[in-house]
């Protein structure tokens, strides 16, 4: 069931164990997505960077963008997707 999609949302199944151990520092915050962007074209840019643990996106449907949060594996991921990609000009 890991990876599979349920409607529209990829499931992500693991231990308790493993949750507790995820640096909740490594979790990135990103805003002003295209809406033309999907969900794939952005796991697949944020992934080029580092290992994920989880992506929430959010289509918001009240606004001219969207956000999401990426949950990398470790902080060094993290910080090197801010550097890359904060500010980054997408469809534009």
Excluded: C
């Amino acid at each position: 069931m890991n990876g599979r999609n349920i409607l529209k949302n990829k499931i992500k199944v693991f231990s308790k164990e493993k949750y507790k151990q995820i640096d909740k520092e490594a979790n990135v915050f990103f805003s002003k997505l295209p809406k033309q962007m999907s969900v794939k074209e952005f796991e697949e840019m944020v992934g080029k960077i580092g290992n994920i643990f989880s992506i929430k996106f959010n289509d918001l449907e009240n606004e001219d963008f969207n956000t999401a949060y990426v949950q990398y594996e470790n902080i060094g991921d993290a910080k090197n997707a801010i550097g890359i990609l904060n500010n980054e000009e997408y469809y534009g």
